[in-house]
C-alpha cells in the first residue's frame, strides 16, 4: 500500500493511466492532483511533508553551532518552530530580508525565535525568546508583491550567547543539550505518547511500516526526543506551551507533557 511518500510514483501512474483514456496531463499537474487527494492544498506542502518524514540524523551527529561566528535571525510573529519541522515563511519585513539573503549567500541557516509580543513590527533581540531552532533554507522564492516565501527545515535547538552587530539581527548561539534522552522513561513514555497519538487522530495502519508504527507525517523513528519534537507542533497549543515545550531540555518531562496536552485533547474533543 503506497503512502504519501510514493507521491512521484503515484503521479507517474496516474499519468500513465490518463494516457490510456486520452487524457493528458502534465507532470506538475499530475503531482497537484495527487497532493489534493492526499488532502494537501498543492504539491509545496505535499512535497515539505515528504521532507520532513525523512530519517533524520541523530542529535549526537549534528554539527555543533560554533561560537564566536554567528548566524542570522529570522523572528517569527505567531509561530514556533521544533527540529525537523518542515514549514513555509513569509517574510515582509526588510530587516529579516536582509537576514535571509546573508544566509543564502553563506550556509542557508538562519536561527528562528518566537517574539515575545507578535504585535511588535521591529523586535530588538531583548523581545525574542533566547531558545530557538537553527535550521536550513531549503527553497526560496521572491512573490509578485515582493515579499519571500521560504521553506525551512528546523534542525537543533539554540539559545542565544550573545548578540553580533550587524545591519539585521545576528547572534552567536550554542547548542541545548537534552536530558533523559536514552532513559527506560523516555522509551516507556515514547510507547504510551505514540499510543496516545494515534488514538486521538483515529490512525489505523493495514500494512504497519518497518520499525515503530508511526502515523503519517511523523518520523519513522526509535527516538524519544524526535518523536516529541514531530508531535509537539501538531496539538491544539498555544504559541506559550510551544515555547514551554521547545525550551524543555528534559525529554521525559517533555514527552509527559505532551501526553498530558494529548489526554486534554482528547477530553476536550
Avoid: C
Avoid at 494516457?19 to 499530475?30: G, P, Q, Y
Avoid at 515575545?116 to 509578485?144: E, F, M, Q, W
Avoid at 489505523?204 to 523513528?221: E, I, K, W
Wanted: charged share 20%.
Amino acid at each position: 500500500m503506497r503512502d504519501f511518500r510514493d507521491a512521484k510514483a503515484m503521479a507517474h501512474s496516474l499519468r500513465e493511466a490518463l494516457k490510456t483514456k486520452s487524457v493528458s496531463l502534465s507532470h506538475s499537474e499530475s503531482l497537484e492532483l495527487v497532493a489534493r487527494t492526499l488532502g494537501l492544498p498543492d504539491w509545496n506542502h505535499l512535497a515539505a511533508q515528504i521532507q520532513s518524514s525523512q530519517p533524520q540524523p541523530a542529535a549526537s551527529a549534528l554539527p555543533a553551532l560554533s561560537v564566536g561566528g554567528g548566524i542570522p535571525i529570522v523572528p517569527m510573529r505567531d509561530l514556533v518552530v521544533f527540529p525537523q519541522m518542515v514549514v513555509p515563511i513569509f517574510v515582509g519585513r526588510e530587516k529579516t530580508r536582509r537576514a535571509i539573503e546573508r544566509a543564502l549567500a553563506t550556509d542557508r541557516r538562519v536561527f528562528v525565535l518566537t517574539q515575545r509580543r507578535g504585535a511588535d513590527d521591529d523586535p530588538a533581540l531583548d523581545a525574542l525568546h533566547s531558545v530557538g531552532v537553527t535550521a536550513n533554507v531549503i527553497h526560496n522564492a521572491t512573490l509578485l508583491d515582493g515579499n519571500l516565501k521560504l521553506f525551512i527545515s528546523g534542525i537543533a535547538r539554540g539559545v542565544i550567547v550573545r548578540p553580533v552587530e550587524e545591519e539585521f539581527l545576528m547572534a552567536e548561539v550554542a547548542p541545548v543539550d537534552e536530558t533523559n534522552r536514552g532513559t527506560v522513561e523516555a522509551a516507556a513514555l515514547f510507547s504510551a505518547v505514540l499510543e496516545a497519538y494515534q488514538t486521538w487522530t483515529n490512525v489505523h495502519f493495514s500494512v504497519p511500516p518497518r520499525g515503530h508504527h508511526v502515523a503519517p507525517g511523523l518520523p519513522n523513528t526509535d527516538d524519544p526526543g524526535m518523536l516529541a519534537d514531530a508531535i509537539a507542533p501538531l496539538l491544539p497549543l498555544t504559541i506559550e506551551q510551544r515555547q514551554q515545550l521547545l525550551e524543555s531540555r528534559d525529554v521525559v518531562g517533555r514527552l509527559g507533557t505532551i501526553l498530558e496536552l494529548i489526554k486534554a485533547a482528547q477530553q476536550a474533543a
